[in-house]
């Protein structure tokens, strides 16, 4: 066993440390170390997207980073995308609202690229949408409702004023 | 609610308040922030970790397993082998979806004398850390004999090939062979003389297919943990499809009682069958209680998933089908070859039913075989067996169609089966909407939209499935506001608390919102079948009704006796009772109800009169004439859902099962060396469709009422896997002039049959 | 995954030092999307893990003075898909960069990841190629150049010695007319590993009418990615307009080499290296005209 090693980042707003060995990926130390099990894995090698969370507001698979790569950084993970007062974010409602998930495994990852995407293009075409979501596999739902759900967002805050985000990051 | 612009429903304003509604589900919260529990999520004190040896060769005898360097790492506190499995009994258990001989079963958890594919299990280890528990696996030795793999049902065939199972015989309908053979079992269907029906057709096609094997690829590996305690008591978690069929499986192979098992559920990341058959509790049961009963979770790796979990069969058809000038059916035939995996249980018994069971035809003959192979034991998935022989059935009435210049839904109505007419095994189908489908799917504006462009094609199929009913029990408690408690124990893989607490509430006269359903584990609910066969929205949804009838029947009459009237005159009134000058609302009887004595009602069911299901399906496609890919341009389902429910989950089940079907019918495949080595174990190569690979996905629900459901309800979730192969190889035919008669119709096989067509070969 | 020591170092400096040190057992890392893959799958093996991505001058992408670009290791595929002069200027190693992987892969991999890694299938190798990229390699005794064409000498080995670290790409400026493309054929739309790839650079002349220089490079079709030359001198020289398609697939298919396994058959790519070729070829002739002259319709592939 090698040394532990301290990692402290910004973790849905705040700050964390946490005792990990070097070897241990950012998903492992996520959900084995920190107990933030809403971030999930399907592959571990980077081919399903489940594991997907926002590193400095970049979309990673948390399963090909180490966790020490993240020292001093700041990460969003699904635990963090509501509100602290509950509300949900708006992509969280669409995709209940749009019934865009089935056993919802998937969904964690699918709700971090779609911010992902609405981030850096707040009103995308399908196409678009498609393609930011290619990376995250679904087997329930054949994508079409989870496709509509982000495409509603972008729609509904397009109409909308621009408010404070919803998330810390 | 947001309108759905993807669905159209074939009928007039639903009669119920409740049903036919679009809420979001109870669990959704849950599931969107990340706190619902699935089975690697759950971590109790003290925990291990487990991992499992798997043989790295697909057929070989196991001469010797030494486990001693493994126990003596330090944090390994225990290995098991085949040695520690009780020999479980030869005795066929069925589990819904699906019949399994427990011995075979037993042997699949732990190899015993033989490997028999690559990724059988061996041994397992649980451990303070995962990385012991792998360091222990390297550890393990095992001297085996090398023997050679059979991989096909072509290899399993021939006279000399290498015999899997040593006491495997062909049972022929309950007689069994002399010698030993590859092929667990011969079935057959008939009726009508075959010859004299194809000497009555003006033409007949007969054509041999070729089917790979598939995944179901739901995204949560299999995972488990147990807890053994010292007086004997066993707790299981388990991502499953089934916690009662988790229960029976695990009591049969390590002999123990099921009182002494409890099963409790987590939530389930995707089944679609794959998650019925036990892989990890036995052993995770086991190595807690070598472990001093620490609790023992274990988690597959997506290349176990891949390798050591079920697939579904590959398969050799062959279809022989004649017709009439005017395109009557006038013979048909089917030879289905399918492969079982390492021990008998294909799905070709189901495949045999699906075959010919759209068409009426008083002639016909299906002939099945369930073939071992040195593959993973092949499990359910949805509608299992019934996507191959479709692909090939649907493939040959298209040829005869258009051989016969008949439009490819006309070939069918002309066909088509009705009420009373029988199935491929003779039974008679009930009340059933294929017509509707067909008819629904002619006035479609998909249809009636004409395809322009070079390079591309419509192609049409359809599909029947039988569904199932299956057990069900259900707990309802009044509570005094007025809600109500409701205790299921159905697992619920998507969307299924909403849509059985929706027919609680419209039982009750009550909003669903009042409905506070959750999944109880085996100790807290009578018995369950798994959520599978289509079954849980109908029966366990029977069982929502019954419960609605109850509770409602009770409080009437406990307010008849509270206001001293005869029970007779108590009446539903608005949202609430009414007798004479009484009147209270729902949340004020419960509360008068209860003063005296809680008031909760059970009930238990078994459903016979599920209604069959029908789907079908359309697609345009363009193929690409240098590369030979098959991009999907549009897709509509149409599908008879007897009454959907939630009819934002029911085309959510169609599209999931198209999906599937495409990923099927273009690209999924098992690749193996001639060593039997499965090449592609992860989700890179086990090509499953992503976001880019499938258009919008159009819907189109029919309503012919099930007479068999209080709400007319057929299963769904199944039916809609059946077509889309045979859909997208007639729209591939019409876009190329080629049929292709192998699964998956995948760029390079594509581009050969075009070559073969043209000439052109890349070496000139 | 194995155990393993990490050390994040800030200089190049330290990096070869520990390099040095700890010989074999040491591996680079850089986006990761490869080397953790493997390690957990053990395909390879490491006992300290060097993390390279905080060395600063890595992360850089510097616009030399001559049009050319300096592409330090570290960069990522996403920062080069922001990188207006990327996109526009190399368009060939834009189609390449901006197709590795999906947008999370996106996220950490990196050009020199991908070369180094070394796979015939790679996909930034071909447009590299054609590019006449150099890559600059530090070492124990000190910096060196070689044309990223001579890099891969196997699959998933390099000209790499013990104790060297990549540390930038220097893609020269291109000339004027000038054009590029990378095509590559997946079984999916993402998400997939090059069946065949094919990348094409071409100069003209003449406002627009003749070829001046002509580079090919193919993916997936050999041991490590091919340089075609037998297209380019076939094509030097020659009026754009009588160049027989046919022709050049034909050379394509001829220069490739391929197998047959699990992501395509023989068959397939040597059919996929013309087919890709020539649809490159007319992606870059459209590329290179429009660099002069408001963009021409092309015909349809």
Known sequence: MRKKSVLEFTLNGETRAVLCEPQQTLLEVLRDELRLTGTKEGCSNGNCGACNVLLDGVLVNSCLILALEVQGRTLLTVEGLARSDGTLHPLQQAFLDHAALQCGICTPGFLLSAKALLDEHPLPTESQVRFWLAGNLCRCTGYDKIVRAVLDVARTQAAQPPSVSATPV | MPSVPASSSETAAPAWRVVGTRPVRPDGVDKVTGRALYGADLSLPGMLTGRVLRSPLAHARIKKIDTSAARALPGVRAVVTSADLPRAADR???????????????????????????????????????????????????????????????????????????????????????APSNVASHLRHERGKLEEGFRKAALIIDRRFRTETVHQGYIEPQAATAQVQADGQVTIWSSTQGIFAVRSQVAEVLGLPVSQIKVVPTEIGGGFGGKISVYLEPLAVLLSRHAGFLPVRLVMSRTEVLTSTGPTSGSDIRIRIGADAEGRLTAMQAELYYEAGAYPGSPVGAAAVVSFAPYACDTMRVDGYDVVVNRPRASAYRAPGGTNVAFAVESVIDELAESLDLDPIEMRLINAVREGDRRPDNLPLSKIGYVECLQALRQSDHYRTPLTGRHRGRGVACGYWGNWGGQSSATAVLNSDGSVGFNVASTDIGGSRASLAMQLAESLGIDYSQVKPRIGDTDSVSYNDVTGGSRTTFATGWAAYELGQKLSAELRQRLALLWEVPVDTVTRQGDGFAAGEKRVGFAEAARLACEDAPLMVSTTVHPKGYGAAFSVQCADVEVDPDTGKVTVLRYTIVQDAGKAVHPSYVEGQMQGGVAQGIGWALNEEYVYNEKGELLNGSLLDYRMPTACDLPMIDTVIVEVPNPGHPYGVRGVGEVNIIPPAGTLANAIHRATGVRLTALPMSPPRVLAALWDKSGYSPFA | MQAFDYHPVSTVNEALALLAREGAGARLLNGGTDLLAQLKEGRRSANHVIDIKRIPELSEVRELQDGGIWLGAAVTCRTLSHHAVWRERFPGLHDATHLIGGVQIQGRATVVGNLCNASPAADSIPALIVHRVQVCIAGPSGLRRVPVEGFCTAPGRTVLLPGEVVVALEVPPPPAEFGAAYLRFIPRNEMDIAVAGAAVAVELGGEGSRFQSVRVALGAVGPTPLAVDAIGARLAGRPVAEVSLDEIASLARAAARPISDLRGTLAQRRHLAGVLTVRALRVAIDRARRSVTPPPLSPPL
Do not use: F
């Open chain 2, 92 to 178: 066929i258990e069925d589990l819904g979806e699906g019949a399994i001989n427990l011995r075979y079963l037993s042997d699949n958890l732990l190899a015993g004398e033989k490997v028999l594919y690559h990724g059988h299990a061996i041994a397992a280890v649980a451990a303070t850390s995962a990385s012991i528990a792998e360091q222990a696996l390297a550890l393990i030795r095992v001297d085996y004999e090398p023997l050679a793999p059979v991989m096909t049902v072509t290899e399993a065939l021939k006279p000399d090939a290498p015999l899997l199972l040593a006491d495997l015989h062909t049972d022929r309908m309950g007689q069994r062979d002399a």
